[in-house]
């Protein structure tokens, strides 16, 4: 089992910046992958980022290309998403994810979730 655990959300203007933090504990060597999806009231669950927890290797969902940028520290078992330039439409429960496969980095889910953090962008 892998724990996670978000933090960081909250409250910004449009054209803010916000950075995400997750926690990993537990089992983590066993993690292949490390990401975010985010899902906003009435809508199905979106993906937004994702990383390779060795290599590095960093995919992205079109919406935020440009303006998010995912990252991880394997010393602190901790994965980082900072967001930059902020609209109202990213508002949204942000959930970290870790996966054993490669289901994250293509952006179809985790094996692992953390209880979601709130990331509201005011206009």
């Known amino acids: 089992q892998v724990q996670l655990v978000e933090s960081g959300g909250g409250l910004v203007q449009a054209g803010g910046s916000l950075r995400l933090s997750c926690a990993a504990s537990g089992r983590t060597f066993s993690t292949y992958a490390m990401g975010w999806f985010r899902q906003a009231p009435g809508k199905e669950r979106e993906f937004v980022a994702a990383i390779r927890w060795s290599g590095g290797n960093t995919h992205y969902a079109e919406s935020v290309k440009g303006r998010f940028t995912i990252s991880r520290d394997s010393a602190k078992n901790t994965m980082y998403l900072q967001m930059n330039s902020l609209k109202p439409e990213d508002t949204s429960v942000y959930y970290c994810?870790?996966?054993?496969?490669?289901?994250?980095?293509?952006?179809?889910?985790?094996?692992?979730w953390g209880q979601g953090t709130q990331v509201t962008v005011s206009s």
């Open positions: 994810a870790a996966d054993r496969g490669i289901k994250l980095v293509t952006g179809q889910g985790g094996d692992f």
